[in-house]
């Protein structure tokens, strides 16, 4: 499968955008880890600006705790 995108790839959190913005749904729940794109594994601890994200997942959450 592949993503052509014309524009950034927001994962995690979006920031505050005008309302004519075409952005359907401005979140998500769940989890993801080891993301790759081209082939090289995206490091999702290192980020430009942090929009309201959190390491982890919460606590009674269907995915599980938080890490110790």
Do not use: Q
């Not at 524009?7 to 913005?21: C, M, Q, T, Y």
């Not at 929009?51 to 995915?63: L, M, P, V």
């Amino acid at each position: 499968r592949s993503l052509d995108l014309t524009g950034p790839l927001l994962l995690g959190g979006v920031p505050n955008l005008p309302e004519n913005f075409p952005v359907t749904h401005r979140d998500f729940v769940g989890c993801m880890r080891d993301l790759y794109i081209d082939s090289k594994r995206i490091d999702l601890a290192s980020y430009i600006a942090n929009n309201g994200t959190a390491a982890g997942t919460a606590a009674g959450s269907r995915w599980g705790s938080p890490p110790a």
